[in-house]
């Protein structure tokens, strides 16, 4: 058996709030919405990947989703300029990312990062 796809779930009942803070701002595309489920994402080759953790890394707490982008700067900028709440950072690590935390519109902390 090939594990094909990895889909994080956040219930809410605010569905649409998820296209300003995924799609508008971070520039997912809109793969499906059903009224009841919309699904955010990119046609980029992504490696499959889940974590377990006992902390976020430089003493932060574990954050619920992480996100890679190519410009964590301009990522922060848009956040920032949005009125979301910047938890973290942005933080240069000891292992070669870029960060910052921020809470999506469902009360998820987002780790967005990219590698230096």
Do not use: C
């Amino acid at each position: 058996m090939k594990i094909k796809r990895i889909v994080s779930n956040i219930h809410t009942t605010e569905i649409a709030e998820a296209r300003r803070f995924y799609q508008d701002i971070l520039g997912l595309d809109s793969l499906m919405d059903h009224g009841w489920i919309a699904t955010y994402g990119s046609d980029e080759q992504m490696s499959v990947q889940i974590s377990f953790a006992s902390e976020g890394g430089s003493g932060t707490v574990t954050p619920d989703l992480s996100i890679e982008v190519d410009d964590v700067n301009e990522a922060y900028e848009r956040m920032n300029d949005a009125g979301f709440n910047i938890e973290y950072g942005p933080a240069d690590e000891p292992w070669g990312v870029r960060r910052f935390y921020v809470r999506d519109p469902f009360g998820k902390l987002v780790n967005i990062l990219s590698h230096q």
